[in-house]
């Protein structure tokens, strides 16, 4: 680029202006992308250490007198089970819609993307095309 200032949209577009906007929708989408990532993986994490919590920390009872220190720990009962499924559930869903969202969102197609061609395909091209032309004519 000639132009050494920080938009990337100026100086060799022909419509700035349709560039700039296009790299700020994109610039907006990667910021807001990699928000709702943070937040879900957070959500996760935490959702796993209840789930962990609860499993092993959640029936131990601890006593503490002026004379005496006592603790148990009750086993896990049928009322249980509800919590333990939500706290392993919500987590694995939240795990699979970002991951359905990631693959299914938006890309460019590929028809969109002009990619010039290199010299030796361009020359084959044409070495094709005229032998076509010789053999027809």
């Not at 007198?65 to 939240?94: C, E, K, M, N, Q």
Request: include cysteine.
């Amino acid at each position: 680029m000639t132009d050494a200032s920080d938009d990337l949209a100026s100086g060799e577009a022909e419509n700035p202006g349709l560039i700039g906007d296009f790299l700020r929708k994109e610039a907006w989408r990667f910021r807001w992308e990699k928000r709702l990532t943070n937040v879900t993986v957070c959500l996760i994490i935490i959702f796993y250490l209840s789930l962990l919590g609860f499993v092993f920390f959640g029936n131990i009872r601890v006593t503490v007198g002026a004379w005496y220190f006592f603790s148990s720990v009750r086993p896990h009962t049928t009322g249980d089970i509800p919590i333990i499924v939500s706290l392993s559930t919500v987590p694995t869903l939240l795990l699979i819609a970002l991951l359905r969202y990631f693959h299914h969102r938006p890309k460019p197609e590929q028809d969109d993307i002009q990619a010039p061609l290199p010299i030796s395909v361009e020359a084959a091209k044409e070495i094709i095309k005229a032998t076509t032309d010789a053999m027809k004519g």
